[in-house]
């Protein structure tokens, strides 16, 4: 049959019933909440503990880099230790969305889950994981940093479950 041809002829099937159509898209529904469920799950419990000493380590390396030259390290060290640990970072993201893509036929996604929780998240945690370290900066006071990691991780570990407690109650 050629590319735009009608369904009309002697050899095309019948017309659906109604009962029929309603199945089918029915079942096409079926099908999309499936694939959105799918892409709302959670990370892997490895990548989101990853993530987790990633988002509690950056701080004290990232305020490690703002740091007068004396504390603990020289600033090159920080400056190493934060891309090191970036890089690693996303090295790891890189891999668990493509073995969860592999593994379930559908990409990872953010924009199923309520802006609720993501607006929130979106732009606390970067003012969190950056507005620490230049207060140390700015006081000296490496509390800052010990507080924004320990926020941080906290942050990370209630969005993870949060995720998953969401994707549970997906049908």
């Known amino acids: 049959m050629e590319t735009g041809a009608p369904l009309t ?3 095309s099937p019948p017309p659906p019933t109604p009962e029929e159509a309603r199945a089918t ?3 096409a529904d079926r099908i999309r ?3 959105t469920a799918l892409s709302a799950t959670p990370w892997p419990t490895w990548f989101a503990a990853a993530l987790t000493v990633y988002v509690a380590a950056f701080p004290v390396a ?3 880099s703002l740091a007068d030259e004396r504390w603990m390290l020289p600033r090159a060290a920080w400056a190493g230790a934060l891309l ?3 890089v690693t970072y996303l090295a790891l993201l890189v891999v668990a ?3 969860w ?3 379930t036929g559908v990409a990872l996604r953010f924009d199923v889950l309520p802006r609720s929780a993501t607006v929130p998240l979106a732009i606390g945690m970067p003012v969190l ?3 620490a370290p230049w207060l140390f900066r700015v006081t000296g006071q490496a509390w800052w940093l010990g507080a924004a990691s320990a926020a941080a991780a906290v942050v990370s570990v209630a969005f993870h479950l949060t995720f998953v407690r969401l994707h549970r109650k997906t049908p």
């Open 97 to 99: 969305a493509r073995s």
């Open 33 to 35: 909440a499936s694939a």
């Open 129 to 131: 994981l950056v507005g």
């Open 25 to 27: 898209l029915a079942e």
């Open 101 to 103: 893509r592999q593994r």
């Open 62 to 64: 990232y305020g490690g």
């Open 9 to 11: 002829g002697p050899h």
């Open 84 to 86: 090191v640990i970036t």
